[in-house]
């Protein structure tokens, strides 16, 4: 079969091994960048031009789309499924993990786990909320990061006037959570692909920092999920009408609760740490994916 894998960075570890897994598969494949791609509509057909090529129309698409060009990486992969490309990662699915006030939406309809959220356009009343409801401290995350960027621990109300201030005057939009204390520096990261868990781990934050995030010099530990932590993180990716995902989790008294669903999750520590080699889950789920429209 003939996949394209969409991402900006050959060299990444994430694409490489998808790479290698695809050519190990015997399958034809090629590493596209998004950014390059001309869309062309001619005679009521869907092309793509690449580097002055229009390209053949692929059998299956892996989009590997930064959160920096979410609006035009999800325009060249609604165009590719347009083509009739099998695409593994579908145009809403990745707008609604971007989007993180909407992914909480979209999960808090369906009964799943959340922090207590807060999301307003003038952050008016945002000082009143966490007096009220969130309390001190409290996390700020603005809506489309990723990695830990842009993800905030506010310990003070002096500290929160100064940041409402900051965000609203860049125009900024942001989200309030709630900081599940009796969990503070840990989350639990789980790969799903398809509709089941193919691995997880721990991820801790360095010292002195309440991240913890991989990028942000976190470690991860092999760690054993409960029943309904899986049940839950493969929901999580099906309401959000994705397919490959990295769900975050986090511990509380009231029981698990999702933070943050990635639709372009990184393979590196978490196949470093639980030794699954998860691309070739990715290209194996693939196959069954377009041979099986309905998976």
Request: charged share 25%; with cysteine.
């Amino acid at each position: 079969m003939r996949i394209y894998i969409l991402s900006r960075g050959a060299l990444l570890y994430s694409t490489r091994r998808i790479y290698e897994a695809a050519k190990n598969a015997q399958h034809e494949v090629r590493i596209i960048d998004h950014m390059q791609c001309d869309l062309l509509i001619q005679d009521n057909t869907y092309q793509v031009v690449y580097n002055d090529e229009i390209i053949l129309k692929p059998d299956i698409v892996i989009p590997r789309i930064g959160a920096s060009v979410t609006a035009y990486g999800i325009t060249v992969v609604r165009h590719f499924h347009d083509m009739g490309a099998t695409v593994l990662n579908m145009a809403v699915g990745i707008y609604n993990s971007r989007d993180k006030f909407r992914s909480m939406q979209l999960m808090a309809s369906q009964n799943i786990g959340l922090p207590t959220t807060y999301f307003s356009h003038d952050l008016h009343q945002a000082e009143k909320i966490v007096d009220k409801i969130l309390g001190y401290p409290f996390i700020i995350k603005v809506i489309e990061g990723t990695q830990g960027v842009g993800v905030h621990l506010v310990k003070s109300k002096k500290e929160a006037h100064e940041m409402f201030e900051v965000f609203y005057a860049s125009r900024t939009q942001i989200l309030l959570q709630e900081f599940i204390e009796e969990f503070k520096g840990k989350d639990i990261r789980v790969f799903v692909v398809g509709n089941k868990v193919v691995a997880s781990m721990m991820r801790v934050a360095g010292e002195g920092e309440f991240r913890s995030n991989l990028h942000r010099g976190g470690m991860g530990h092999n760690v054993e999920l409960t029943a309904p932590e899986k049940e839950m993180a493969v929901n999580a990716v099906k309401i959000l009408g994705l397919n490959v995902a990295g769900v975050d989790i986090l511990r509380s008294k009231r029981g698990p609760l999702i933070i943050e669903v990635n639709s372009s999750p990184g393979l590196e520590g978490i196949e470093g740490v639980t030794k699954v080699k998860i691309a070739e889950e990715i290209i194996r789920f693939a196959e069954l994916k377009h041979t099986h429209e309905d998976l």
